[in-house]
């Protein structure tokens, strides 16, 4: 593929990047618990971009704060538990968080608290009495609001600890979504000895059940504990974008290397690089795209280029009437998807760096993704046949 042709194909997806994120609803999630609960521990361990380390938040009331960065479509309001103590104590928190529940939900979904994690630590805890009472008020609050609230029982390295909190906490019959034990991040008792983190990708699943169907993209691009909801949603992009392909139907030929890209393709990088929330640069782009469209033919334009990357998808080899057929246009779609998806996902796992992939040996690695992608046989919407079998 032509270098200057590659730039601007990968200059527009980059625009394309930054207008899917710009739109993406803000997510709102209110943190609630004592101080040393372990929110901040889990905020940092859940969030792809660490929200607290940029200061001390904007205060919102006189003890709520809310932390946000700019371009990063999520806002949390850190809320301290009952710590005070004291009946003005109650009515005091009692009284702030009802002004920010209320005042969201009078500005709409953007501004709206869509989530609350009350924060319980399970190795410190007792489920006191005065908490149990502020609970329950609390929550007559957040459900006039018709906010969900999830407990979230932190510090869980002891099961056993926990799954007795849990009961404690049951017997009760709040009105939660749900109380849920979490480790968010690893205790180290000695060199070899690691009591390993957990609970937070079922956090995740119970927080998209529960939040406007209009903030799950949101929450699958913010986090980064559930990698599999990640997945999920780039795995439902590329099946869309191919099934798109194939509706519009015929790429004609021969494409010049601005066309091999169409505006699905392109919509299709864009939103799988938003779900992944890694941070993307042109240089990544122009590898990704010479790796893939690039290195399967050896001319620079045109037809030697398109038929080098026709004989590698089965059932294919030479094209008739100089146009690709609908399910031509899907296969090359999602090979292209699935293959980014691949990448994407090695550079989530820590395998592989972002500035590694425009290396040479990157590049390889892309390539033989893409070869193995192109390879599959695939039914008229692009879907491989052996999954379609499942
Ligand atoms: N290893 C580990 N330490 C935790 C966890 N949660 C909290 N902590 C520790 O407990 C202390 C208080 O946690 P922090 O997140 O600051 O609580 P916050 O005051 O509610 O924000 C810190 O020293 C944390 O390192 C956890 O999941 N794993
Ligand atoms: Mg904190």
Avoid at 215 to 233: D, E, H
Avoid at 241 to 266: C, K, N, R, S, Y
Avoid at 312 to 326: D, E, H, L, Q
Wanted: hydrophobic share 45%.
């Amino acid at each position: 593929m032509d270098a200057l042709m590659t730039d601007n194909v990968a200059e527009r997806i980059m625009a394309a990047i930054r207008d899917v994120q710009k739109n993406m609803t803000k997510l709102n999630i209110m943190v609630m618990g004592k101080t040393g609960a372990g929110k901040s521990t889990l905020i940092n361990n859940v969030f792809s971009r660490n929200l607290a380390q940029t200061g001390i938040g904007k205060p919102v009331t006189q003890s709520i704060r809310k932390y946000e960065i700019e371009d990063f479509p999520l806002a949390i309001y850190d809320t301290p538990g009952l710590e005070l103590g004291g009946e003005n104590a109650i009515d005091e928190l009692l009284k702030e968080s009802k002004e920010v529940l209320a005042k969201g939900a009078m500005r709409g979904i953007s501004e709206s608290i869509h989530c609350i994690w009350y924060c319980v630590s399970t190795p410190s805890h007792r489920f006191e009495e005065a908490e149990v009472e502020f609970i329950k008020k609390f929550l007559d609050e957040a459900n006039e609001f018709c906010v969900p609230v999830i407990i979230v029982l932190t510090q869980s390295y002891s099961k056993k600890d926990a799954k007795a909190l849990m009961s404690e906490i049951e017997k009760e019959n709040l009105n939660v979504v749900q109380v849920v034990p979490v480790l968010a991040q690893d205790v180290d008792i000695d060199e070899d000895y690691i009591i390993k983190g957990y609970g937070l990708d079922t956090l995740i699943d119970i927080v998209n059940n529960v939040i406007p169907e209009a903030l799950r993209n949101t929450l699958a691009a913010v986090q980064k504990a559930n990698l599999k909801m990640k997945l999920r949603k780039a795995n439902a992009i590329v099946a869309t974008a191919a099934a798109a392909a194939a509706a519009t139907g015929a790429i004609p030929i021969p494409f010049t290397d601005a066309a091999v890209l169409v505006p699905e393709q392109i919509g299709m990088i864009a939103s799988i690089t938003a779900v992944f929330g890694i941070p993307i640069e042109k240089a990544t782009l122009t590898a990704l795209l010479s790796a893939t469209i690039g290195t399967v033919g050896t001319t620079v334009m045109g037809k030697t280029v398109v038929s080098g990357l026709l004989k590698m998808i089965p059932g294919v080899g030479t094209v008739a009437g100089g146009v690709i057929s609908a399910s031509v246009a899907a296969a090359l779609t999602a090979a292209l998807g699935e293959a980014y998806i691949a990448i994407m996902m090695m550079v989530s796992k820590g395998e592989m760096s972002v500035s590694e992939l425009d290396t040479d040996e990157g590049k390889a690695k892309i390539a033989s993704i893409f070869k193995s992608k192109l390879g599959l046989k695939r039914n008229a919407k692009g879907k491989p046949v052996d999954e379609e079998e499942e």
